[in-house]
C-alpha cells in the first residue's frame, strides 16, 4: 500500500526546534517530489516546502531560513528541521507526496503547537 | 506570490442538489490546478488534477474546468459524504499557493 506516516511533532517552547519525519512506504521518497504542508488551527492549507528527485528545494517565505528540508534515501523518509519556532508555526503538518506535480499521497499529519 | 481566491466562502447545498465552487488566481497558472476535498480531522484528498482530470477513484460527480484564471469544481448531485471543505492550489509557480477554502454544508 501507498502510504507517507509524519512523526515527530508535540509541544515546544518559542524559540526552540523540532525535526519532523515522514516514512514511506509502497514508494520511492528519492524519486519523487514530497511536500510538507501545514495547517493552523481551524484555518486553510499552507504549503510549507518541497524537495524534488533531484534534490533540489523550496521554501515559503514564511519559514525560509528557518526550516530545512532533507531525505534520507536508506531509510525512505523526508524530514523537515524546524528552527527558531514562533507561535504563528503551532499547526498540523502533513507530508504529501507529489506526483505530476499534485498532491495525491498524504499522511494523516502531526501536531506541532508552540507555546509557553 | 499567485493568491488563489475562492468563492463562496460556505455553500449550503440540500443532497441531491449541484453544487459550484469557484477559485481565481490573480495571474495566470495554465491549467495547473488541483482540486482537494478535506473532512473534520482527515488529510486533504485529491480530487481533480490539470484543472479538469479526476484522480483515481474520484467519482464521476466531481468535475472540474477552466484555464488560466479562472476555475471551477462542479459536483453535479451532492451525496451525503461530500459535505466538506474544497481548496483549490495551483502548482504552476512557486510558492505553491492554495486558495482559503469553501464549506459545502448541508442546506
Known amino acids: 500500500e501507498v502510504q507517507v506516516v509524519e512523526t515527530g511533532g508535540g509541544l515546544i517552547q518559542p524559540g526552540g526546534s523540532l525535526r519532523l519525519s515522514c516514512a514511506a512506504s509502497g514508494f520511492t521518497v528519492s524519486s519523487n517530489y514530497m511536500s510538507w504542508v501545514r495547517q493552523a488551527p481551524g484555518k486553510g492549507l499552507e504549503w510549507v516546502s518541497v524537495m524534488y528527485s533531484g534534490g533540489s528545494t523550496y521554501y515559503a517565505d514564511s519559514v525560509k531560513g528557518r526550516f530545512t528540508i532533507s531525505r534520507d534515501n536508506s531509510k525512505n523518509t523526508l524530514s523537515l528541521q524546524m528552527n527558531s519556532l514562533r507561535a504563528e508555526d503551532t499547526a498540523v503538518y502533513y507530508c504529501?507526496?507529489?506526483?505530476?506535480?499534485?498532491?495525491?499521497?498524504w499522511g494523516k499529519g502531526t501536531t506541532v503547537t508552540v507555546s509557553s | 506570490e499567485v493568491v488563489m481566491t475562492q468563492s463562496p466562502a460556505t455553500l449550503s447545498v440540500s443532497p441531491g442538489e449541484r453544487a459550484t465552487l469557484s477559485c481565481r488566481a490573480s495571474q495566470s497558472v495554465s491549467s495547473n490546478v488541483a482540486w482537494y476535498q478535506q473532512k473534520p480531522g482527515q488529510a486533504p484528498r485529491l480530487l481533480i488534477y490539470?484543472?479538469?482530470t479526476r484522480a483515481a477513484g474520484i467519482p464521476a460527480r466531481f468535475s472540474g474546468s477552466g484555464s488560466g484564471t479562472e476555475f471551477t469544481l462542479t459536483i453535479s448531485s451532492l451525496q451525503s459524504e461530500d459535505f466538506a471543505v474544497y481548496y483549490c492550489?495551483?502548482?504552476?509557480?512557486?510558492?505553491?499557493?492554495f486558495g482559503q477554502g469553501t464549506k459545502v454544508e448541508i442546506k
Open positions: 492550489q495551483q502548482c504552476n509557480n512557486w510558492p505553491r499557493t
Open positions: 490539470g484543472a479538469s
Open positions: 504529501a507526496r507529489y506526483l505530476n506535480g499534485y498532491g495525491d499521497v
